[in-house]
């Protein structure tokens, strides 16, 4: 049973990651990079420890700084957040060798769910829908590879099993195109995730990206959270979360929750975690797991009032979950949007000094940030500032409570993509619901910025 929790992350989720701990009496190791000494959670901590320079590759992607670390302060847990070593099963076993505790699943099913093979064939044999594809990695015989996309289906899409993400796909919509695409996907994946494997789906061309909350302890309870839609992206950069997902039907979603806790238990799964789903003409289609805490999981806590992140650290300790499936209902509706340090026309980063920063409030209101007037946005790492969520009994109000909370968010000094949000809360699609994963691009391409598009 640990007492001191290491948060080997930086930004809005150290934050969190501390008062979770706080609020279960844990103490606190903060580890940052030289350029991060004047981060909220840094302050906060009861130790903080320099771990290198402001490169990640030199910081908090390197395994033996934070081992070092954890020694030094006498941590026994390491929390990893989102992005970073979250999903690096070499990173989890080293943990466990090092005889401290990863607060996440067990390196053995990091493992299974990174290899998207793997993960995906687990997953079918677990009784999960799965979008139809090739079994297996491909191999090398073209012929094969071709009576394999027929049968499958054109347009299809080839997908490195070391990939997830967004990272190394390419969609081919006729034959002519299969055998370049598989090699370049092939070369391309051998030197991003030294693993060439490389195989096909049928490519959905209109989906939504719908996705499920699991959390499991170490005593053989699974339960599932419910949905969130976040097909409100721009280039595999989620722009606005929201659950429940609009025009569901709730026993769909039932049994696809009731599915993915029992692939759960299949694979020994342990703490929180989310299965991707793409979701077209009334199915749903597994596509990967991730197996970590998400940017977006405060939506889930507001609809469903369970504080993920404090299950997730008790678990970790070996409690048992502290509610069971049948407490599990969902109240009203939750939006985020993400606000990023980046220009909303570009996107490109935009670091900088914060001059003002006044959160919203109010009913139904939660902002989960590290910014403070003063703070300046570093460069090296993710342009994620704050993130505001509304509550409230109905989409609408939520909607409306979103808007009135982006409008009373003072931020000055830096770009951010707040403008492209609050118009987002008036767009037509967005207020339908329902749109799917190229809904934004659309916009984007229309030039939402210069008032083409309706709004309601
Ligand atoms: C797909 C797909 C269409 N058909 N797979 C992109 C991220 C990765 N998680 C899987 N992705 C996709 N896989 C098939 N068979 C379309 C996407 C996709 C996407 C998925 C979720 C959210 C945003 C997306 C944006 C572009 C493409």
Not at 110 to 132: L, Q, S
Not at 267 to 278: K, N, P, S, W
Request: charged share 20%; proline share 5%; net charge negative.
């Amino acid at each position: 049973m640990f007492d001191t929790v290491l948060i080997a992350n930086r930004g809005e989720i150290a934050l969190r990651i501390l008062r979770a701990c706080r609020d279960l009496g844990l103490r606190t190791v903060a580890v940052h990079s030289d350029v991060d000494a004047n981060l909220r959670h840094v302050q906060l901590a009861d130790q903080a420890l320099c771990i290198g320079p402001g490169p990640a590759a030199d910081s908090y992607l390197d395994p033996a700084r934070l081992l070092r670390a954890a020694r030094l302060t006498g941590a026994q847990a390491i929390h990893p957040g989102y992005g970073f070593l979250s999903e690096n099963a070499d990173f989890a076993a080293a943990v466990e060798a090092a005889g401290l505790t990863f607060i996440g699943p067990p390196s053995q099913a990091i493992r299974v769910m990174g290899d998207k093979v793997a993960a995906k064939a687990t997953m079918r044999a677990a009784g999960v829908p799965c979008v139809p594809g090739s079994d297996g990695a491909l191999g090398h015989d073209r012929a094969e590879v071709h009576e394999q996309a027929r049968r499958v289906g054109y347009p299809v899409i080839v997908k490195a099993a070391g990939g997830g993400g967004g990272r190394g796909m390419r969609v081919v919509r006729d034959a002519a195109e299969l055998d370049d695409a598989v090699a370049v996907t092939r070369a391309e994946a051998a030197r991003a995730f030294h693993n060439a494997e490389v195989y096909l789906e049928r490519f959905l061309e209109h989906p939504r990206h719908i996705e499920m909350q699991v959390m499991a302890d170490r005593h053989g309870h699974v339960v599932w959270l419910g949905e969130r839609d976040c097909s409100m992206q721009r280039r595999h950069q989620k722009m606005i979360e929201e659950a429940p997902a609009p025009g569901l039907d709730r026993d769909d979603v039932a049994r696809l929750g009731a599915l993915c806790a029992a692939a759960c238990r299949v694979i020994g799964y342990v703490g929180a975690g989310t299965f991707e789903f793409l979701y077209e003409n009334g199915s749903f289609y597994f596509i990967e797991m991730n197996t970590r805490v998400q940017v977006e999981h405060p939506v889930t806590e507001l609809v469903t009032g369970i504080d993920i992140l404090r299950e997730q650290i008790r678990v970790a300790q070996g409690h048992p979950l502290s509610f069971a499936q049948s407490d599990v209902t969902l109240n009203g509706h939750a939006i985020e949007c993400r606000i990023n340090a980046e220009d909303p026309t570009s996107f490109l980063p935009t670091p900088g000094d914060v001059a003002a920063w006044v959160s919203p409030g109010g009913p139904g209101i939660r902002v989960e940030s590290h910014l403070y007037p003063g703070y300046a946005v570093p460069p090296h790492y993710d342009s994620l500032v704050a993130k505001i969520l509304a509550h409230a009994p109905t989409r609408d109000l939520a909607i409306r409570r979103m808007q009135g909370a982006l409008a009373e968010t003072t931020l000055a000094g830096l770009t951010t993509t707040l403008p492209l949000q609050q118009r987002l809360m008036r767009e037509v699609g967005f207020r339908a619901g329902g749109f799917d994963i190229h809904h934004l691009e659309r916009l984007i391409q229309d030039g939402w910025h210069q008032g083409a598009q309706d709004e309601a």
